[in-house]
């Protein structure tokens, strides 16, 4: 990730390294520069002091054969030693435009001097004759000297003219560099503002559009995207996130708003099924004492039956409920139905013992038990037979009811598993749909967050099996979502 | 609006590669300009240092012997400098060869001078022990080593006698000469010698030029005027003749005399080429700088060469001068 601070920087050291850099070719190409003046003024005071020592030790030889004073000797030693420092240093100069003409003036410093030599050596020995002689050599030497020397300046004058003449050239091509690396920064500084900027405000508006969705109330829109790596990405995976668990939270409430409704339905239509239970649950119970009073066994019983149905609609459904009790609903439930229709209908029970003490949700098998009654056996002509089968299996509930009546069709079926969907629709109160099936589907679905646990299984002519598959609960109540 | 900051966007980034691109070509032009004051530090020193001293700088004869020297220099690995006069001058030539033995060349190559300083100045260096040739002119009672050069007498012989065969033996010749120094005496001596003996041919006078184109025009024009019955003229030295051959066309006379000349500069070819003049005795500069450097260099290893080297005279006439054109680089 590069951070906005990491660009930022980047691009000013970039910029001053660049401009730094610029800065200290120029200065170094100056001094350079200034180096070669330098050289150049030092080759002209080295021929200028050459020629200069020449003149002065020839004077001062002149001067001290007059007067003889040892002290004009010794400014002519002096000359004459400088002279020939400067001889040494005129390897300075050398180069191959004036190398022979240098070469000659080496030599003929050397002759000058041989020539002064031999002159105080005659001057010594007293012989006029020859120093004279020698000291006038020496003179024309001198005057060769100071000529080569003009000749010398001449050469490296017209040396400096080429030197001139590139450096300027050299300050032409400075001149062009300067005036495109000043183009280069600006609009490299103008290019990356563009880039910066841009790379900002794009996210933020981005950002800006996200938060105005959500502010009305729209959560399913898509992801802010971003294409730098900078902290906006940080920023709006962060936003994105934050969106996807506020919409995910929405759908859960939702959802859990749907179970109280559902609730609710289911408790008001245990509700009107009995008007009054407890006032009815009660008559029922006098009714039933009474019946066994006088005799009447049978209805006695039914009538027992019907009460316990009554009060166990009447609890509380929200509450799961042991399996035990709903099989003996079942039971009573069948018994109401046996004494009415006799022999034409059968239940068979098969429950497996240790299943009992499992909990359930309240009033799942009923409904399931009535349904096969009324679409299965009540309109066949036959004997009807009901089964219930309930095993535990790889740590599963199943639970298997069947039935040979006329079975359900795949319109039906579908109808049933749809049901789910149109929930919102007012509730068909009407007897052949009821709330049955379809609610025990929702309210299994909701209270295991897990789908598919009811099963129809009908080949639409002869018979329905139901089967319901479902998690083994724990063997102490479970609490309720 | 989106379109447009693109275009915008794309010419900045194209501005910007470009005066980058600029930079970097600038940066590189001023990191090849190389301001450095000459400081070439590798000089090949040469074996020899010769100096050769002309009798005038700028000189198309002089040149060429420069060049055959130069080119038998870079032969023997001797550097040869050539300095002499602008204008002919002999005190100025002998101050140069002064300066040379004050310069301790390792040999001088001059044009001999028939002057008492220019035999002292040839002492003085056989003292400091460097060789002297003498080129073109020889000044024999010097102590020059050698003598490179036409052999004037001949070359002033070979011109009497072609000078009669031009006129089959009759003609009143006039002389200019360029001064009176001993190669130009040879010359008007061997002329005389070749023509003394033809009865014929007669000498009306001998006047000197100076060396000077005009004034070899002056002395033509006077000597015309004194004797008016001169069908011929002899220039000794290379400009005469093309004095002679200015006034010679001046008064129509071109045709009718005969004029003899020495070297053959481009004009007095092209001259010869006209038939103004008619022959020219023709030396040979570039040999004789090539030889001389040749016999410095055996000098200096103490081989002893001849004390005269003469390099070859030719005359050449109007016919000769195609093939001379052809081969005029050397000689």
Redesign the interface.
């Known amino acids: 990730m590069i951070k906005m601070r990491t660009k930022l920087f980047i691009f000013i050291m970039v910029l001053v390294l660049l401009l730094n850099g610029v800065g200290g ?1 120029l200065y170094y ?1 100056s001094q ?2 200034m180096e ?1 003046y330098n ?2 003024l030092q ?1 002209f005071f080295l021929l200028n002091k050459i020629s200069q020592n020449t003149e002065d030790a020839y004077q001062e030889l002149q001067s001290y054969f007059v007067d003889h004073s040892p002290k004009l000797f010794e400014t002519y030693q002096e000359s004459h030693h400088e002279l020939l420092d400067n001889q040494e240093r005129l390897i300075l100069i ?7 003409m240098l ?3 080496r ?2 410093i ?3 001097i041989n020539e002064c030599a031999m002159a105080i050596h005659a001057f010594r020995e007293g012989n006029i004759n020859l120093y004279s002689e020698h000291l006038a050599e020496s003179g ?2 001198a005057g ?1 000297i100071k ?2 020397t003009l000749a010398l300046i001449n050469s ?1 004058l017209t ?2 003219q080429r ?1 001139y003449h ?2 300027n ?2 300050n032409r ?2 001149e ?2 300067g005036i ?2 000043f ?2 920064t600006l ?2 500084c ?2 990356f503002t ?1 880039w910066f900027s841009g790379g900002m405000s794009r996210p933020i508006r981005r950002l800006e559009a996200a938060a105005k969705d959500i502010a009305k109330g729209k959560f399913d829109g898509d992801d802010v995207v971003v294409e730098t790596r900078d902290e906006f990405r940080f920023l709006t995976d962060t936003f994105n996130h934050m969106k996807n668990n506020t919409q995910r939270l929405v759908e859960e409430i939702k959802e859990k708003s749907e179970l109280d409704r559902l609730l609710k339905e289911m408790e008001l239509k245990s509700l009107q099924n009995q008007m009054n239970p407890h006032f009815l649950f009660n008559t029922l119970n006098v009714v039933s004492k009474t019946a066994y009073l006088e005799g009447a066994d049978k209805t006695s019983e039914l009538i027992a039956a019907t009460a316990a149905l009554f009060r166990h609609n009447l609890g509380n459904l929200d509450e799961p409920v042991m399996l035990s009790k709903e099989v003996k609903i079942i039971k009573d439930y069948f018994f109401i139905l046996a004494t009415r229709f006799g022999d034409r209908l059968v239940l068979e029970m098969d429950v497996a013992p240790d299943c009992l003490d499992h909990y359930v949700p309240g009033m799942i098998l009923q409904p399931i038990v009535e349904n096969a009654f009324i679409h299965g056996i009540e309109p066949y002509e036959g004997q009807g037979k009901i089964e219930l089968v309930i095993r535990q299996m790889a740590g599963r509930l199943l639970i298997d009811i069947a039935d040979n009546g006329v079975g359900m069709s795949k319109q039906t079926i579908d109808r049933i598993y749809k049901k789910e969907n149109q929930s919102d629709r007012p509730n068909n109160k009407s007897h052949s749909t009821g709330l049955g099936l379809n609610n025990v589907i929702r309210r299994l679905d909701l209270f295991y967050k897990e789908n598919n646990l009811l099963n129809i299984h009908s080949n639409g002519k002869k018979g329905t099996r139901i089967i319901l598959s479902l998690p083994l609960s724990e063997r102490r109540k479970m609490s309720h979502v | 609006m989106k379109k447009y900051h693109r275009i915008f966007f794309g010419l900045l980034l194209l501005g910007f590669a470009a005066s980058f691109g600029m930079s970097i070509y600038f940066f590189l032009k001023t990191l090849h300009t190389n301001v450095v004051l000459a400081n070439e530090k590798d000089i090949k020193e040469p074996v020899y240092h010769f100096i050769l001293i002309p009798e005038e700088m700028d000189n198309p004869y002089w040149r060429s012997l420069k060049k055959g020297a130069a080119d038998a220099g870079r032969h023997a690995g001797a550097a040869i400098e050539y300095i002499g006069p602008v204008q002919t001058n002999t005190d100025e030539q002998i101050k140069i060869i002064e300066k040379a033995i004050a310069s301790k060349v390792d040999g001088i190559i001059t044009q001999g001078i028939d002057k008492p300083a220019f035999k002292d100045a040839i002492h003085r260096a056989k003292r400091a022990g460097i060789p002297v040739i003498t080129i073109d002119t020889d000044a024999p009672d010097s102590e020059r080593s050698t003598y490179i050069g036409s052999d004037n007498y001949l070359a002033g012989y070979l011109a009497g006698q072609t000078l009669i065969k031009g006129t089959n033996g009759h003609a009143v010749v006039g002389i200019i000469t360029g001064n009176y120094n001993p190669n130009e005496k040879l010359r008007v001596k061997g002329f005389q010698d070749a023509v003394s003996k033809q009865s014929g041919i007669k000498i009306a006078g001998v006047k000197s030029s100076n060396i000077s184109r005009i004034q070899a025009a002056e002395k033509t024009y006077e000597m015309f005027q004194k004797h008016p019955d001169i069908t011929a003229f002899y220039g000794t030295s290379a400009l005469d003749g093309l004095g002679i051959a200015a006034v010679a066309e001046k008064f129509g006379k071109a045709k009718d005399l005969y004029i003899i000349s020495f070297d053959a500069l481009p004009e007095t070819l092209n001259l010869l080429g006209k038939g103004v003049i008619d022959a020219t005795v023709k030396q040979k500069p570039y040999a004789m700088g090539h030889k001389s450097v040749q016999t410095m260099v055996q000098l200096l290893h103490h081989h002893d060469p001849p004390k005269i080297l003469y390099t070859e005279t030719t005359v050449i006439k109007k016919a000769d001068i195609m093939s001379e054109k052809g081969g005029r680089g050397n000689d």
């Open positions: 070719y190409s350079k520069s070669q050289l150049l080759r050398n180069h191959d435009n004036n190398h022979l070469t000659n003036y030599h003929m050397n002759s000058f024309k030497i060769f000529d080569t490296e040396d400096y030197f590139t450096m050239q050299k091509y400075f062009y560099m495109s690396i183009i280069t609009l490299f103008t290019l563009i």
